[in-house]
């Protein structure tokens, strides 16, 4: 594809939503606010923002019509980024609130362990675990911003990188995944829209990854 | 590691930045959304926008400002100043901030900190305290910028604002604010020790040291101030550069297009 690929931003509350939306326009991806399942015919790509508990974003999804078309999107391999709660929401269930979630992944979202301050609220380092495009041109260790009290926990094998879903870990208290990756998909728990420079590089790969699916 | 952050404040009235001594005599110090983009690009680790007028005037003009910043700076930004329903707290989140500030309101309303915590999730709700010293280890808080003693203490104030729901607390010294003589450290400290969340320091920072002093013997996680950058007395990457020297973990402001 050439040209600017069209993304849709899964809008299911009250989150803002200008930061993404202004941060993929200025990477060259033409944005479409997606609050219902027609809005996702003819997109390029799907992302899902957010911050808070899996439960009532579960409800609003439900509400709306989108949980059914965004798993057959995720159940395709087609390109999906998810932020933050839009991470959290791939695996099987929440510790927070016990909501069941997509279960693209395996594993649950669970309470940071032994966390100096909760919820984890600013930049940190983002440490690679393998490499892959969606961080080409950014330094390891590069600072991301957080705000979140839980994270994905993969189980046993899939933790320790056996079948190559982690990409990244961050710590504050115990590591955490902060990166996932698998076909098409990739999972973030900082927020590369509120980023600086390398969140903008991220979105742009993300966008490149868009451009080459 | 996590980083302290540095946040540099915006008190914004009728359109512009402006800047008082103890919340009085404002000064203008220039455009909200340019300067909050000179302020990313120099390294500010977030944003925060207070509404100091919003009280009592209209509060389109801040939404406008709050969308145009969002658009220009991709820092998180929390904004503050007379939120006072669930419904004007989503409108200024879909405006563009990451994070409300209730002061006033929820002192008056306790129960809206955890209603906004509910509906947006703990992490966007923060909860300011303005804080007088009424003794040795002792400060009451004070609403209405600063203009009316509440007889609350301020460390059950603090303790209970997270209870309810409060993902940050902001953190401020009437008695310091706008004078320059440093952060309130025993305040901080005592608060910080009472908390799981992050608290902010804010009010009375004169120089880098101060605001290794908040972080150091305050215990805070982060570290906001307005005048000393707005009037250029000290770059955002001085204050950085003091904090990594005296072994505090800071962001290194990227290579600035300055």
């Not at chain 1, 980024?81 to 929440?94: A, H, T, W």
């Not at chain 1, 390891?140 to 056996?162: C, I, M, Q, R, T």
């Not at chain 2, 799981?196 to 101030?225: K, Q, T």
Request: hydrophobic share 50%; net charge negative; glycine share 10%.
């Amino acid at each position: 594809m050439s040209g600017r690929p069209l993304v849709a931003v899964v809008d299911y509350g009250a989150g803002n939503l200008v930061s993404i939306h202004q941060a993929l326009t200025t990477v060259g991806a033409d944005v479409r606010i997606a609050e219902a399942p027609m809005d996702l015919a003819g997109v390029d790509a799907v992302v899902v923002p957010g911050v808070g508990a899996a439960a009532p974003a579960m409800v609003r999804l439900d509400g709306q019509g989108l949980t059914g078309p965004i798993a057959a999107w995720l159940a395709a391999d087609r390109p999906f980024l998810g932020i933050c709660l839009g991470l959290q929401l791939l695996f099987e269930g929440s510790d927070e609130d016990d909501a069941v979630t997509f279960g693209t992944l395996p594993g649950r979202t669970v309470r940071l362990v032994d966390a100096p301050t909760l919820p984890h609220i600013g930049w940190n380092q983002v440490e690679r675990s393998r490499a892959h495009p969606i961080f080409d041109g950014i330094e390891d260790a590069a600072d991301y911003y957080f705000v979140h009290s839980y994270a994905g926990a993969l189980p046993g094998a899939a933790a320790d990188g056996a079948d190559d879903i982690v990409l990244a870990r961050t710590t504050h208290g115990r590591s955490f995944v902060s990166a996932v990756a698998r076909g098409s998909m990739v999972g973030v728990q900082f927020h590369p829209e509120r980023s600086g420079p390398d969140g903008l590089r991220l979105l742009a790969n993300f966008v490149e990854l868009v451009r080459a699916a | 590691m996590l980083r302290r952050r540095v946040i540099p404040c915006l008190d914004v009235a009728d359109r512009r930045v402006v800047k008082g001594t103890r919340f009085v005599d404002l000064v203008d110090e220039g455009d909200p959304p340019e300067l909050a983009e000179r302020y990313a690009r120099e390294g500010a680790d977030e944003l925060v926008f207070l509404d100091i007028t919003a009280a009592s005037e209209r509060r389109g003009t801040l939404l406008d400002i709050v969308e145009r910043t969002a658009r220009r700076a991709f820092i998180p930004l929390t904004v503050g100043g007379g939120v006072r329903t669930v419904d004007e707290m989503r409108r200024v989140l879909r405006a563009g901030a990451d994070k409300v500030s209730l002061n006033t309101a929820a002192v008056a309303e306790p129960g809206l900190i955890a209603a906004c915590a509910e509906r947006f999730g703990r992490q966007a709700v923060v909860v300011a305290i303005d804080t007088r010293a009424t003794g040795p280890a002792a400060w009451e808080v004070v609403v209405q910028g600063g203009r009316r003693p509440t007889g609350l203490d301020a460390l059950a104030w603090a303790r209970r604002a997270v209870d309810l729901g409060a993902g940050e607390l902001l953190v401020t010294s009437i008695d310091r604010d706008g004078t320059g003589a440093g952060f309130d450290t025993a305040l901080l400290r005592a608060i910080s020790a009472s908390v799981e969340v992050p608290v902010i320091a804010s009010g009375g920072a004169a120089g880098p040291a101060d605001f290794v002093a908040a972080v150091r013997d305050g215990g805070a996680d982060a570290v906001l101030a307005a005048s000393i950058f707005h009037r250029r007395t000290y770059a955002i990457g001085d204050v950085k550069a003091a904090m990594a020297a005296a072994g505090l973990p800071v962001r290194l402001v990227p290579q600035a297009v300055a």
